[in-house]
């Protein structure tokens, strides 16, 4: 599989048509047929730009009438394992995976308006004929019978793409092109999303010079799962690192073994910061969660 290797330039085209397979010619491209287009038009699609007689653009296109908080031509990761870093690991390569990127929040798109499109990568005729070329896009938009959820795409092709490429229909059914249209909308499904990166990098680097990297990676893992299970009834990202912080301690030392132990130490560090009972809502499955990366944590104490 290719990875694309070429320098990567944000773009942004304004006012894009779906054209049913017609391809972008400069800015936009005209249908001939009005009433077949609207009826078939997609709620997303990759559409190429000539750049020359070798060299294509590939845009991403919101063909729907809702901004985008974000468009992610790259993977995003529910939690560290996700990202394929350890807890315990000191290395600076490992704190980079912590953050869940390294090289690709350049690729990371806001506020992406309707008919709106933006530059995931390029494409040449002759240097990636024979390659299987892919790309991995996320979106924000709401899913069947789903207030929100995050699709993901991903779409892999020999040689890349040629003119039009739907990923989702009108009907939210995916074409038989795309590899994978996933919605995600369980809370244990659900990513970080990028628009917290920049957030969480600053979180990791006051836990860094409070408690050290080791400590440091360990609570900022927890207040990934107290986010994504909206633990405090979803408080904002930013806002439960004190509760994080007291979770890891107190792990630490009552040492739990199993997650009805784990949810009673979430329980109590919630009632002496706020109401009695204002977690209730914590899950199970957050608990499950919570006791893998104690469990992660003291292993690798033990083989230091």
Known sequence: MTKLTYQFEQKRIN????????????????????KGRVRNSPLFYLETVSINNYEDDVYFVNNTDDTLSFVAPFRLCRNINDARAKLGDVSAENVEKVKLYSDDIDRLYKDVLPKQGVRIGSMHIIYDSDALMQWFINVPYKGVNTHYGIW????VKKGGIGGSY????????????????DCVTERDEMPIEPLLYEERCSMLEQFIEQYGVAEAIFILAINDVLYRYCVGWSAPYNESDIQAKDIAHKLTEQKPKDTETVKAIVQAVYDFWFNKGFAKNISMPACEEILSLYQAQIANQKAV
């Open 152 to 155: 993901r795409f991903n779409v």
């Open 15 to 34: 006012n894009v048509q779906w054209s049913d397979g017609a391809k972008l010619s400069g800015i936009t491209a005209l249908a001939n047929d009005e």
């Open 166 to 181: 739907p990923l989702l229909l009108q009907d939210f059914s995916k074409p038989s092109n795309v590899v994978s249209s």
